[in-house]
C-alpha cells in the first residue's frame, strides 16, 4: 500500500498536489472523490478533513489540507535544494509567491473560468466574468514583469513557486493573455512540463466528465 494518499478528484485543487507529487517522484494513492454530499462531505471524510473540502493528503500518520501547504511540504520533503529552495530567502519568495497566488489571483481566475468556460453558455454571467478580468489584471501584470528577465520565478530554475502560481492559474490558458506575454510563455512553459501533462490529463479527463449540473453545484459551494 502507498504511503502517500492524496483525496480529491483531478478536477479541483488536487490538482495542485497530484503536479508536485508527480514532479518528486512520490509514490502515492489517488483517490478521486468528489466535492459534496457524496464525497468530501462524508463522515468517513470529514474525520479525515473536517473543512469537508478537497483536496487533503494523508502521508503515513500525518495528514493536511490546503492545496498549497500541500505542495509545500511535498517539495521541501522529497526534492530539498531542488524544487524546494535551499536558502532562506528562497523559500521565503516561495513563501511569497504562494502566498500572493491564493490571496490575489486565485478567486479571480476561478470565477473568471466558470463564467467563461465551464458553465453552460446559458447560465455565465458576463458581469462576474468582467469583474474577475477587472480584479485580476493588475496582480497579472505583476506577474509578466516578474517573468520578463528570467524563465521562472525564482531564477533559471522551476521550483515549487513556479508550480504553485502556474496550478493557481492554470485555467488562464484559455483567457486572452495578449496584454501579458511573458506571463503568458512562462505559464506554458510550467504548464509544458512532463509531469504538469500528466496531472492535467487527469484533470481534463475529469473535467470532460463532470456534468453541467455538477459544475452548477460547485459555483454554488464555493460562491463563485
Ligand atoms: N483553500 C483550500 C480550498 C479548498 C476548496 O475550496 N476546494 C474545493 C474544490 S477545488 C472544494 O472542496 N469545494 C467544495 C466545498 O467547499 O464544499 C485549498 O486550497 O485547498
Known amino acids: ?99 500572493w497566488a491564493l490571496t490575489e489571483v486565485d478567486r479571480g481566475v476561478n470565477i473568471w473560468s466558470l463564467h467563461a468556460v465551464r458553465l453552460p453558455p446559458e447560465e455565465r454571467d458576463a458581469a462576474k466574468r468582467d469583474e474577475a478580468l477587472k480584479v485580476i489584471a493588475k496582480p497579472f501584470q505583476v506577474l509578466d514583469a516578474a517573468v520578463s528577465k528570467q524563465d521562472y520565478l525564482l531564477g533559471d530554475t522551476f521550483t515549487v513557486a513556479d508550480l504553485n502560481v502556474a496550478a493557481v492559474i492554470s485555467r488562464a490558458v484559455e483567457m486572452d493573455l495578449a496584454a501579458v506575454p511573458h506571463l503568458k510563455a512562462w505559464l506554458l512553459r510550467c504548464l509544458a512540463r512532463p509531469k504538469a501533462q500528466e496531472a492535467l490529463a487527469l484533470k481534463n479527463k475529469a473535467e470532460a466528465e463532470t456534468p453541467a449540473e455538477v459544475t452548477r453545484r460547485i459555483a454554488k459551494l464555493n460562491r463563485l
Open 1 to 99: 500500500m502507498s504511503k502517500l494518499s492524496i483525496y480529491g478528484i483531478a478536477r479541483t485543487r488536487a490538482f495542485r498536489a497530484l503536479w508536485i507529487a508527480k514532479e518528486v517522484g512520490a509514490d502515492y494513492a489517488h483517490l478521486p472523490i468528489e466535492i459534496g454530499d457524496t464525497g468530501a462531505k462524508t463522515p468517513e471524510f470529514l474525520a479525515i478533513n473536517p473543512n469537508g473540502r478537497l483536496p487533503v493528503i494523508v502521508d503515513g500518520d500525518f495528514v493536511l489540507f490546503e492545496s498549497l501547504a500541500i505542495t509545500l511540504y511535498l517539495a521541501k520533503k522529497h526534492s530539498p535544494g531542488k524544487l524546494y529552495p535551499g536558502t532562506l530567502e528562497g523559500e521565503a519568495k516561495a513563501w511569497q509567491w504562494t502566498m
